[in-house]
């Protein structure tokens, strides 16, 4: 699997912003300090999240998406979701597949509503572009916590604690239990609701990608992100609930330019807590699955 995107929806470094971390990671040349939008590919099928930067990281990282045939959004928010770019499918020359865009039943309503708004509007080209567009791609709305058997894949959703922008939608974490191994995923969460727990109890999961979106910042109780403080109190209870074991390998996305930490800075933090089992994820990186 691949690494498209390990950014948050600001990226890193922030173009508009002139703080220390912007400006280091915009005048390195090294890749790890550089951000898109997140999105991780997890084989030639099976993608999650397709935000602005998907195709030109597919160009950069040697990506096809000629066999796609599943996305797996967690939510609608536009440096997770770009439907617009998803279009672009019907500028191939060779045939490509329908694709299947998995999400939750709020965004699925949301984003029905918004495109037949733009249809119904007088006098506009979007009307054609939206219909054309409909042909290459399908919304499949999930219910949390019900298991779906997706291509090979025993796929569950669990709802997260962070809202989007349609009512009573907030973000889907992902359980794929696949031949290869057990893989969750969960970006844009927060701290995990009592169900997420209960539903990773004894997985024994084989990797874990999870956000740690602003670092060493103070976040209140009620935040919809992670920082280093609730990313390891939610890594600390999926060890006492065997969730995660000694063998599992964990992934830390989703970075925004106010986590204070470089990349460097950030993996070693962690490192020193739970040893080479944990990386801080960079665009690029190609992980065994």
């Known amino acids: 699997m691949i690494f498209l995107g390990t950014g948050a929806a600001e990226c890193f470094p922030d173009p508009f912003c002139s ?11 090294d890749r790890k300090l550089k951000r898109r939008r997140s999105s991780l590919l997890l084989n030639q099928k099976n993608l999650i999240d397709f935000g602005p930067d998907v ?7 040697s990506c096809s998406l000629a066999k796609l045939e599943n996305v797996f959004i967690t939510h609608s928010h536009e440096d997770h979701l770009d439907i617009w770019n998803i279009g672009f ?7 490509t597949n329908p694709i299947s865009l998995y999400m939750s039943k709020a965004a699925y309503k949301g984003l029905e509503t ?42 569950i959703a669990a709802k997260s ?11 889907l974490n992902y359980l794929f239990d696949t031949p290869r191994g057990k893989l ?16 990773l109890k004894e997985q024994a999961l084989d990797i874990l990608v999870i ?20 990313l390891c109190e939610m890594i600390d209870k999926l060890k006492r609930n065997g969730g995660i074991t000694c063998n599992t390998r964990i992934y830390v996305t989703h970075i925004s330019h106010k986590g204070v930490f470089t990349h460097y800075d950030y993996e070693e933090h962690l490192q020193k807590r739970y040893g080479k089992k944990i990386s801080v994820a960079y665009d690029g990186m190609n992980v065994a699955f």
């Open 89 to 95: 499918m019907q500028m191939a020359i060779t045939k």
């Open 211 to 230: 956000e740690g979106t602003f670092g060493a910042t103070p976040l209140s109780v009620s935040a919809t992100h992670l920082n280093t403080e609730t």
């Open 19 to 29: 703080c220390p971390a912007c400006t280091k990671a915009l005048l390195s040349t």
């Open 55 to 61: 195709m030109h990281s597919c160009g950069e990282y």
């Open 184 to 199: 969750f995923y969960a970006c844009d969460t927060g701290r995990f609701f009592s169900e997420t727990v209960e539903l």
């Open 114 to 155: 918004v495109l037949s708004v733009l249809e119904e509007l007088p006098d506009n080209r979007l009307k054609e572009k939206i219909r054309t567009e409909r042909q290459y791609y399908s919304f499949v709305p999930l219910e949390p916590y019900t298991e779906y058997k997706i291509d090979d894949m025993r796929v």
């Open 161 to 171: 604690n962070h809202r989007s922008f349609f009512p009573d939608e907030y973000s």
